[in-house]
């Protein structure tokens, strides 16, 4: 077994153990990346001398005999739009195509604790909106397992890395769906904390009262113990929460007796692929074996998610991007003889069309005459989402659903028409408009050898429930495969 | 139709965009059928529904009154795509 | 003539105020960065008030307090539960292109401003009074300084962030004489919470003005014009002037008044509209999703509330029913806290008010006011001004003497004792050595003495004077008078 595609925790116990040296660990991951990223690309910036300078100095701590952390050199990607200071950051823009952060996020800050190796900046959907990484300013991501698919988005760089073996383990965020979605396409474990749980200092905003960060692994053990580091308050956020964080490595219980799974009716929607279903079906089945007690349920307001989502998440984002204007950073046009025209022009060359087009549907639904029958509405209707799922969870644990109605689609198939595109998104948005825990896992592969991913979603701060039915759902599945490229 | 060319005209000028006529010709019926589509939420009642713009049951959130965090001038201006005087340039305002 | 308008004027003018205060907290208003004094460009500085991704605001809690005590001074009530909204709009000086500040849900609502005028007491509606953030600062390059004559501008974003409030009067101000009152009313009570320098030369006080005009007597508000620019209390009043003159002329003439933004042009002494911009602002406010929401309960109210010092209001009319001070004496002390403070200082060690008083408004604050400073920054000290105090009130020196002495002791920070001692001021009241003196003015008035004599009364002031001019005035007059009487029975 090549040493890039182990996870975490086996490369741990092999760096204790003496086995094999960080140096090693980390040129294994770099190698893999000049083997296939040129097809990949799932990176817009390698960073190999710092990655292993970096190696070294945990090799002179193992020799020292420093014990080492669960993330003590371990090969890391961070999607472009989080903040490393002084390596640049570009959200896949060309309007921010030379912008060095001054500045850490504070996932980088607590990653830094723990001594790990960044490997480099990941590539996405321009500023994380899009559901395919097409619309990227540095070129598509491809599906490692079919590089003439899409990987899924806006995550779709960090999914690849660690479905290629690029990286061990990523840093994504998910605003609709961003880090599930191409977990699922990719076959990768994709997790979306609780709303609050992970500080969105230092990740460039696209939806404020949506984004969260969250990490794609191999296994739900990494995913529990990258939930441990990146995971806690934040002074730097007012919407960080001020609780004390669990230890999620201790909800890795391969037990779900008594567990009452719902299904959502609404989300098993009308063209969904008829092998997901089956996958997801199966996986239902095995719950059942497993002593869970398995229920169809509904959501009335469900079926309205998706139209919230892309009425709340455009409108914020307007907001947000307004600040890139060519003043005090990025991309400037210069030709421009007057301040307007300098900002008409900076942004219209700046910014890729997807994201002109959200910009201009959060502008209208904000805007004056409209604002109430688009943004207040829409903030009432998740309301009464956001009750339905109250109620929906005193009765059951998790729910459980397709993460993607289809396997990953070829690139180009929907990129010309928005609406099929946003379609990507139904069963994962639920998630982001009520703050609910998620993770896609993956549940097994189509006959043309894509993966099928598993969403499972939990109540508020319900982390344990979410993290053991994936833990044992994962165990009993056995989804072991890597893509052949 | 929900939006009409002018109302794309009108909107850009909002977001400080600049569509060619042709791009407007090419975007007005994307963002109609967005619009329409997304407009779909008007069925549902929200009578004596108060709206939540935060999901967390979280509540002042404070900072102290003490000076931190605060980069250098040079930091501040790194990344600056002009800079004169120690301070950034813009072009005349219009 | 009633309430300063003229009965038989066929329009009257309704004006609104907005007042800007920019807050003295150590830190701005969303970071952890200083306000700046004037120091180099951009040196105050961090990703969230330059506006960099992923930053994000965190509330400064002493701001929120200071706009507590504000709302509270303003009579208004504390809203339990109050938001920020955003501003969306896009300027060179905005880091973020839009500004946090709030809207539907301010901080505090309907409260109000009593203000003396003299004649009568005017009580100006406050309609709201909320918090947001100052934007940065542009310096327009070229030669005549003005926006559209320049080759571009220069963005430091040291004031980008400064913690502002907001003041918004209802349209209950009639003349731009109540402007100016309501305006100095308004800026002594700031200063008496200490929260703001609320200095209009330095910026850190702003106003505008919202200007309509209607048919006397007539319910409703006309198209009103927003003047902008009023950059003193002086220019507030001229800039109302001319404004209100001008709506009237439009309106006599026939013509419609034109709603607009208008700016103050000092210069010309006229309002002039700015050119651009005649569509109006859609801000597309919405709550700001990065802030939570402030829950202010009564407790924090009230514990704000104990913080807050008597306001000159209260002080009037316990200087008024206290220490017998007349109205004007007493808003004279009271009406700006450094004069209160000194006042109430003095009277620790000097216990009649009214020597106090008369001492402070008249030489004292002449002198003061010659030197262009405040009576609290001279060198004399309330426990100095005390001492001289008691000194006139024991006798050994006269009021005339008192002056001088006093004069000296601003000038140069001496005490009175010192002062007294080191020019031999001290009154002399010995009966021998008085009486040794007039003798001798006696002797070398013969002349006089024998007017006096044969009854022209009127002589004895004459022979007084002398005896005062031996002494340099310091024979203490009561005794001379007295003696000199006696000796020319």
């Given at each position: 077994m090549r040493l890039n595609h182990l996870t975490a925790h086996e490369l741990k116990k092999k760096m204790i153990d003496k086995e094999v040296s960080c140096r090693e660990v980390v040129q294994s991951v770099f190698s893999r990346i000049e083997e296939v990223d040129g097809n990949v690309n799932a990176y817009i910036r390698v960073e190999k001398d710092s990655a292993i300078k970096n190696a070294d100095e945990i090799d002179k701590k193992i020799s020292e005999g420093e014990g080492l952390r669960d993330f003590s050199g371990i090969p890391i990607g961070i999607k472009d739009?989080?903040?490393?200071?002084?390596?640049?950051?570009?959200?896949?823009?060309?309007?921010?195509?030379?912008?060095?952060?001054?500045?850490?996020?504070?996932?980088?800050?607590?990653?830094?604790?723990?001594?790990?190796?960044?490997?480099?900046?990941?590539?996405?959907?321009?500023?994380?909106?899009?559901?395919?990484?097409?619309?990227?300013?540095?070129?598509?991501?491809?599906?490692?397992?079919?590089?003439?698919?899409?990987?899924?988005?806006?995550?779709?760089?960090?999914?690849?890395?660690?479905?290629?073996?690029?990286?061990?383990?990523?840093?994504?965020?998910?605003?609709?769906?961003?880090?599930?979605?191409?977990?699922?396409?990719?076959?990768?474990?994709?997790?979306?904390?609780?709303?609050?749980?992970?500080?969105?200092?230092?990740?460039?905003?696209?939806?404020?009262?949506?984004?969260?960060?969250?990490?794609?692994?191999?296994?739900?053990?990494?995913?529990?113990?990258?939930?441990?580091?990146?995971?806690?308050?934040?002074?730097?956020?007012?919407?960080?929460?001020?609780?004390?964080?669990?230890?999620?490595?201790?909800?890795?219980?391969?037990?779900?007796?008594?567990?009452?799974?719902?299904?959502?009716?609404?989300?098993?929607?009308?063209?969904?692929?008829?092998?997901?279903?089956?996958?997801?079906?199966s996986a239902l089945k095995i719950a059942e074996d497993m002593g869970a007690e398995v229920e169809e349920i509904s959501l009335p307001n469900l079926e309205y998610a998706l139209n919230v989502y892309y009425i709340i998440a455009p409108s914020e984002a307007s907001s947000n991007l307004s600040r890139f204007d060519g003043v005090r950073?990025?991309?400037?046009?210069?030709?421009?003889?007057?301040?307007?025209?300098?900002?008409?022009?900076?942004?219209?060359?700046?910014?890729?069309?997807?994201?002109?087009?959200?910009?201009?549907?959060?502008?209208?639904?904000?805007?004056?005459?409209?604002?109430?029958?688009?943004?207040?509405?829409?903030?009432?209707?998740?309301?009464?989402?956001?009750?339905?799922?109250?109620?929906?969870?005193?009765?059951?644990?998790?729910?459980?659903?397709?993460?993607?109605?289809?396997?990953?689609?070829?690139?180009?198939?929907?990129?010309?028409?928005?609406?099929?595109?946003?379609?990507?998104?139904?069963?994962?948005?639920?998630?982001?408009?009520?703050?609910?825990?998620a993770v896609s896992i993956p549940a097994g592969l189509s006959a043309s050898k894509l993966p099928i991913g598993l969403h499972i979603m939990g109540n508020v701060l319900r982390e344990d429930n979410v993290i053991r039915t994936a833990y044992a759902l994962e165990k009993a599945i056995g989804f072991k495969n890597f893509p052949k490229i | 139709m929900r939006i009409s060319s002018d109302d794309v005209k009108h909107v850009a000028k909002l977001a400080e965009l600049q569509f060619s006529d042709k791009e407007v010709k090419k975007i007005t019926p994307q963002l109609d059928r967005i619009l329409k589509h997304i407009a779909k939420i008007r069925a549902v009642n929200t009578d004596n529904v108060e709206h939540v713009s935060l999901i967390i049951d979280v509540k002042n959130v404070f900072r102290e009154d003490t000076p931190a965090d605060t980069v250098s001038q040079e930091d501040a201006l790194k990344n600056a795509p002009l800079e004169e005087d120690d301070g950034f340039k813009v072009p005349r305002i219009d | 003539m009633m309430n300063g308008i003229k009965t038989e004027d066929k329009y009257e003018s309704i004006i609104g105020l907005e007042t800007h205060l920019e807050l003295e907290t150590a830190t701005k208003m969303f970071c952890g960065c200083r306000l700046s004094f004037g120091?180099?460009?951009?040196?105050?500085?961090?990703?969230?008030?330059?506006?960099?991704?992923?930053?994000?605001?965190?509330?400064?809690?002493?701001?929120?307090?200071?706009?507590?005590?504000?709302?509270?001074?303003?009579?208004?009530?504390?809203?339990?539960?109050?938001?920020?909204?955003?501003?969306?709009?896009?300027?060179?000086?905005?880091?973020?292109?839009?500004?946090?500040?709030?809207?539907?849900?301010?901080?505090?609502?309907?409260?109000?401003?009593?203000?003396?005028?003299?004649?009568?007491?005017?009580?100006?509606?406050?309609?709201?009074?909320?918090?947001?953030?100052d934007a940065g600062k542009l310096i327009h390059i070229g030669t005549t300084g003005r926006i559209s004559e320049s080759g571009g501008s220069i963005v430091d974003f040291n004031r980008a962030g400064t913690p502002l409030i907001e003041i918004v009067t209802k349209p209950d101000i009639r003349t731009s004489r109540e402007a100016k009152h309501y305006m100095t009313s308004l800026r002594n009570l700031l200063l008496y919470l200490d929260v703001s320098n609320c200095s209009?030369?330095?910026?850190?006080?702003?106003?505008?003005?919202?200007?309509?005009?209607?048919?006397?007597?007539?319910?409703?508000?006309?198209?009103?014009?927003?003047?902008?620019?009023?950059?003193?209390?002086?220019?507030?009043?001229?800039?109302?002037?001319?404004?209100?003159?001008?709506?009237?002329?439009?309106?006599?003439?026939?013509?419609?008044?034109?709603?607009?933004?208008?700016?103050?042009?000092?210069?010309?002494?006229?309002?002039?509209?700015?050119?651009?911009?005649?569509?109006?602002?859609?801000?597309?406010?919405?709550?700001?999703?990065?802030?939570?929401?402030?829950?202010?309960?009564?407790?924090?109210?009230?514990?704000?509330?104990?913080?807050?010092?008597?306001?000159?209001?209260?002080?009037?009319?316990?200087?008024r029913d206290e220490f017998g001070l007349s109205l004007y004496d007493a808003y004279f002390l009271a009406r700006d806290k450094k004069t209160a403070d000194y006042f109430e200082n003095c009277l620790k060690c000097f216990k009649d008010a009214k020597i106090v008083a008369n001492w402070i408004m008249g030489d004292f604050s002449a002198l003061a006011n010659k030197e262009k400073i405040h009576i609290s920054e001279s060198k004399v000290s309330p426990e100095d001004l005390c001492r001289m105090l008691e000194i006139i009130a024991g006798g050994s020196i006269s009021i005339k003497i008192a002056k001088a002495v006093f004069e000296e002791m601003f000038k140069t920070g001496k005490s009175a004792v010192d002062i007294i001692k080191g020019k031999s001021l001290e009154q002399i009241s010995d009966s021998s050595e008085i009486e040794g003196i007039i003798e001798q003015v006696i002797k070398d008035n013969s002349g006089t003495v024998q007017q006096y004599k044969e009854g022209k009364k009127k002589a004895i002031g004459f022979l007084i004077g002398q005896v005062m001019n031996r002494t340099r005035g310091k024979a203490n007059p009561k005794i001379v008078n007295k003696i000199m009487s006696k000796r020319l029975e």
């Open positions: 739009n989080i903040c490393t200071k002084e390596i640049a950051t570009t959200c896949a823009s060309k309007i921010l195509e030379n912008y060095t952060p001054i500045y850490n996020a504070e996932v980088i800050e607590r990653l830094n604790q723990q001594g790990y190796i960044l490997t480099g900046k990941l590539n996405m959907d321009e500023f994380a909106m899009g559901s395919s990484s097409e619309n990227s300013f540095f070129g598509p991501v491809s599906n490692p397992w079919d590089i003439t698919r899409v990987p899924g988005g806006s995550s779709g760089g960090p999914a690849a890395s660690v479905a290629a073996g690029e990286a061990t383990c990523s840093l994504g965020s998910d605003t609709g769906g961003s880090i599930r979605q191409p977990a699922s396409l990719c076959g990768v474990v994709g997790f979306k904390p609780t709303y609050g749980m992970v500080s969105r200092n230092g990740l460039v905003a696209f939806a404020s009262s949506l984004d969260q960060i969250g990490p794609f692994t191999r296994d739900m053990e990494d995913c529990a113990a990258l939930l441990n580091v990146v995971c806690g308050h934040d002074r730097h956020d007012s919407t960080s929460l001020d609780i004390e964080k669990p230890d999620y490595k201790s909800f890795l219980k391969d037990d779900i007796r008594g567990t009452k799974i719902g299904v959502p009716k609404e989300l098993t929607v009308k063209g969904i692929d008829p092998e997901v279903k089956n996958a997801v079906d950073y990025g991309f400037r046009n210069k030709d421009a003889d007057t301040l307007r025209n300098m900002y008409r022009k900076t942004r219209s060359e700046g910014f890729g069309d997807e994201v002109k087009r959200r910009i201009m549907i959060g502008t209208y639904c904000l805007s004056a005459g409209y604002y109430d029958a688009y943004y207040e509405k829409a903030l009432k209707v998740r309301t009464l989402l956001i009750k339905d799922f109250n109620e929906t969870f005193s009765k059951f644990d998790v729910l459980i659903s397709p993460t993607s109605p289809t396997t990953a689609f070829k690139k180009g198939e929907k990129i010309d028409d928005p609406m099929t595109m946003y379609m990507c998104d139904v069963c994962t948005v639920p998630a982001n408009l009520a703050g609910l825990p | - | 120091e180099g460009k951009n040196i105050n500085t961090c990703p969230v008030c330059l506006g960099h991704p992923g930053s994000l605001p965190v509330i400064n809690r002493l701001a929120v307090e200071f706009a507590i005590k504000i709302g509270l001074a303003l009579n208004c009530r504390i809203n339990n539960r109050t938001i920020f909204h955003r501003k969306n709009y896009f300027y060179p000086d905005m880091p973020k292109n839009y500004q946090i500040s709030q809207y539907g849900i301010p901080l505090g609502v309907e409260g109000y401003l009593e203000v003396n005028m003299g004649d009568y007491v005017k009580r100006v509606g406050i309609t709201r009074v909320h918090m947001e953030e209009m030369e330095e910026g850190s006080l702003r106003c505008d003005a919202n200007v309509s005009i209607r048919p006397t007597g007539v319910e409703g508000l006309g198209t009103k014009t927003e003047i902008k620019n009023l950059n003193s209390f002086k220019f507030m009043q001229k800039g109302l002037e001319y404004e209100i003159k001008r709506q009237k002329k439009l309106l006599y003439s026939g013509k419609e008044v034109v709603q607009q933004t208008r700016h103050y042009d000092n210069d010309n002494q006229i309002t002039k509209a700015l050119r651009s911009k005649e569509e109006a602002h859609d801000y597309r406010y919405f709550p700001e999703p990065d802030l939570v929401p402030l829950m202010i309960d009564n407790k924090m109210v009230e514990s704000i509330k104990e913080t807050i010092v008597e306001l000159p209001e209260i002080k009037v009319k316990r200087y």
